[in-house]
């Protein structure tokens, strides 16, 4: 069902004890969203239980709240709430079919992918899911403070990139105003979120980037599993390279191809404005925008990694 946020915020007041789970292989726009819904339902009494399959990750880990997030939650709750995840293959094994939840399951996202899976489904095309947040905090009556604006403001920075994608609206720079008014601190989160890199992650990214390739304006890098730190082999470890590989001026379109231990390939896949990668992404299992999508594949590396770049190529001679 296709809600607004007055319906969202009706419908969490109808109960005490909310689960809200962010999607796997976080990122800030997540976490961040997660974490300010959840101070502002606990801003009127209600119990608020924080869920995610994979670690959170460094841009968002000083967040207020950051701490509480756990793969395996208490199962009785009264509602669920999936934030910023395109479908429910995003909420990872904490996704549970309706008859096993005992209550509803509340989609809030911002991908233009997601096909609703919810039974209460607010999905608009914003350029965070922490914008669409702020809309339900306001429909919940909530004065914004400090910690909910942080959370927020970090989710919007974050999947803007420091308000430099396509998708940053004037809509975005408003809603940052307001977070920076209620006390959220620009400087503090964009260090967080862009200036905090290691040394060993940056040696890997030259690894990477040593090895890149490039074909009819689709360039792409491999992170294979043997590469991988130790308990890193989840996708994190390649955020930011992704959006890095977009800045090659002779690129196109460019993908990261991640091997994990679970199987499966990691596919972040970004595009120069004017191009669409979305539909790439949602043929592949996954979904998310027009300039930056991705999805988790079956498959050898190579097999997987050729199997995406015929796509984009073909993407990249069609609209091109």
Excluded at 130 to 153: F, K, N, Y
Excluded at 165 to 181: F, V, W
Aim: net charge negative.
């Amino acid at each position: 069902m296709v809600s607004t946020p007055s319906r969202i915020a009706e419908e969490l007041l109808r109960h005490r004890r909310i689960l809200i789970v962010s999607h796997v292989d976080p990122d800030g726009d997540t976490i961040g969203s997660a974490l300010g819904l959840a101070w502002a339902l606990r801003s009127l009494g209600r119990e608020v239980l924080m869920g995610c399959d994979d670690p959170v990750p460094e841009e968002a880990a000083a967040l207020p709240g950051a701490d509480e997030f756990s793969s395996s939650p208490p199962q009785d709750v009264d509602a669920i709430v999936a934030v910023d995840a395109s479908d429910e293959r995003r909420m990872g094994s904490l996704f549970r079919p309706s008859a096993e939840r005992g209550g509803p399951l509340i989609v809030i996202d911002h991908h233009i992918t997601n096909g609703g899976y919810g039974d209460l489904n607010l999905v608009m095309d914003t350029s965070a899911t922490a914008e669409i947040v702020l809309l339900v905090v306001d429909a919940l009556g909530v004065s914004l403070d400090a910690t909910i604006a942080r959370c927020l403001l970090t989710g919007v920075v974050t999947d803007t990139q420091g308000f430099r994608t396509a998708s940053t609206t004037a809509n975005s720079l408003a809603a940052a105003q307001r977070l920076m008014a209620a006390g959220a601190d620009l400087v503090e989160i964009s260090n967080q979120a862009f200036n905090r890199r290691s040394l060993s992650m940056l040696s890997l990214w030259g690894r990477a980037l040593t090895a890149a390739e490039m074909r009819s304006g689709v360039l792409w890098a491999e992170l294979p599993l043997a590469w991988l730190p130790q308990g890193n082999s989840d996708g994190q470890v390649g955020s930011g390279l992704a959006n890095l590989l977009n800045t090659v001026r002779e690129a196109r379109v460019s993908a990261l191809f991640t091997e994990q231990d679970d199987g499966l390939i990691d596919v972040s896949i970004r595009a120069k404005p004017g191009y669409d990668v979305s539909g790439v992404a949602l043929a592949f299992g996954g979904g998310g925008h027009a300039g930056a999508a991705g999805c988790q594949v079956k498959g050898s590396l190579a097999g997987v990694r050729e199997a995406v770049v015929d796509a984009l190529t073909r993407l990249v001679n069609t609209q091109g």
